[in-house]
């Protein structure tokens, strides 16, 4: 068993900055890939970001290249989201995720479906 806390969403105007964190506890955080994925009124469950096990490989979606940086600190169980120059189309609710099925896995994994546990979410809002 997982548990995932998403916190640090917020109001922000266009061009602004937050911090997304997920903490985890439950099993070894180390072992397992991440993901950062987000939802907006109306559409699917998206990619935004993953990590592998190690934090040595990362994958974005190519909206968020260059100004989203996902990141995991394994000693305090710990993955981060750091959004800069946001966009009014980045506002949704945004969720991590922990993929346990196998451990020691990558940052390729893009689907929600390759993922086993959920947090209950955070809303970012980019306003102009």
């Known amino acids: 068993q997982v548990q995932l806390v998403e916190s640090g969403g917020g109001l922000v105007q266009a061009g602004g900055s937050l911090r997304l964190s997920c903490a985890a506890s439950?099993?070894?955080?180390?072992?397992?890939?991440m993901g950062w994925f987000r939802q907006a009124p109306g559409k699917e469950r998206e990619f935004v970001a993953t990590i592998g096990w190690s934090g040595g490989s990362t994958t974005y979606t190519d909206s968020v290249k260059g100004r989203f940086t996902i990141s995991r600190d394994n000693a305090k169980n710990t993955m981060y989201l750091q959004m800069n120059s946001l966009k009014i189309e980045d506002t949704a609710v945004y969720y991590c995720?922990?993929?346990?099925?196998?451990?020691?896995?990558?940052?390729?994994?893009?689907?929600?479906?390759?993922?086993?546990?959920w947090g209950q979410g955070t809303q970012v809002t980019a306003s102009s």
């Open positions: 995720a922990a993929r346990t099925r196998t451990a020691y896995g990558g940052s390729g994994y893009l689907s929600p479906s390759e993922y086993d546990y």
């Open positions: 439950g099993r070894t955080f180390s072992r397992y890939a």
